[in-house]
């Protein structure tokens, strides 16, 4: 069966697979696309239940059952030499797709990691995360309030300076809200977010020998940047960037800055 995944593919060259964070798209990578698709062929993929993927009905929308989506597809599409780009939510999810290549004994596939603000241990839920998570609570907020007015609070409680949000950025990650289904993806993802077996995740972490880049803000707040310095210590073969002056989505607030990090990490696994 086919992942129930929406990827944009574009441009040639190695691959790069980058996935999103809770309830986002790839819309987050909009400043990294057209440079990254300029030297390498990029999978910008929606995880489902967001942006324009599907939506299961089975209601099974943890970052396991994304993490196996993300890797049907590589395999279904025999992607080799693959540089695994997540943020947020994203980041644990390419962490659980490299340990997977792993497993299979399948490492030729995967170049190395570069998790944004990544996911990764026991640490506490942001409060919009834990609303969400809330069946009945989580879609009322959103279906009385309105994806135009919920995404702005969400986006002043994560990002360093509120007054950088603009009508693009509100519009861009609001957009798929305005459907029932998604609205109730989201609540379904909030719901799994925590990983069963969380614990043996965290403790597997350090046998992924794979080259690692870790980009945080130092103000980061739904990610903490000690998750990133744990990763930092625990992967064998990683490097953490942090950024002054950030929250949570370099991709967009330290955008130029965060793409010459990731270039030349991708030069350095060439």
């Known amino acids: 069966m086919s992942a129930p995944l929406d ?6 060259g190695r691959p790069i697979v980058l996935m999103h964070g809770f309830a986002a ?6 400043f990294w696309a057209d440079d990254l698709a300029s030297t390498h062929q990029i999978h910008l993929v929606d995880l489902f239940g967001c942006g ?6 089975d209601g099974r929308y943890g970052p396991r059952e994304q993490g196996e989506a993300v890797l049907r597809y590589i395999r279904e599409n025999d992607l080799r030499g693959v540089t695994l780009v997540g943020h947020s939510l994203g980041g644990g999810i390419a962490l659980f797709v490299a340990l997977r290549l792993q497993e299979l004994g399948e490492t030729d ?22 609303l969400v998570r809330l069946p009945w609570i989580g879609r009322w907020l959103l279906r009385a309030i309105g994806p135009e007015r919920v995404i702005p ?11 950088s949000i603009t009508p693009e950025q509100i519009d861009g ?14 609540v379904e993802t909030a719901r799994h977010i925590v990983p069963e077996g969380i614990e043996d995740l965290e403790r597997r972490w350090r046998t992924i020998q794979a080259p690692a880049l870790l980009l945080w803000g130092r103000q980061d707040y739904v990610v903490p940047l000690w998750v990133g310095e744990r990763l930092a210590r625990e992967l064998p073969n990683s490097e953490l960037v942090v950024f002054e002056r950030c929250g949570h989505i370099p991709p967009e607030e330290r955008a130029e ?6 270039r030349r990490f991708l030069r350095r696994i060439a």
Do not use: M, N
């Open 7 to 12: 990827v944009e593919v574009r441009g040639r």
């Open 25 to 30: 798209s790839r819309f987050t990578y909009r």
């Open 52 to 57: 324009c993927a599907p939506f299961p009905a």
């Open 109 to 130: 596939r995967l170049a190395g990691i570069v998790s944004v603000a990544g996911a990764a241990y026991v640490q506490a839920l942001p409060k919009f995360i834990g």
């Open 153 to 163: 609070a969400v986006l002043r409680s994560i990002l360093y300076d509120p007054s």
């Open 173 to 186: 990650y609001a957009a798929p809200l305005r459907e029932w289904e998604r609205r109730r993806a989201v």
């Open 257 to 262: 800055e965060s793409l010459v990090h990731v």
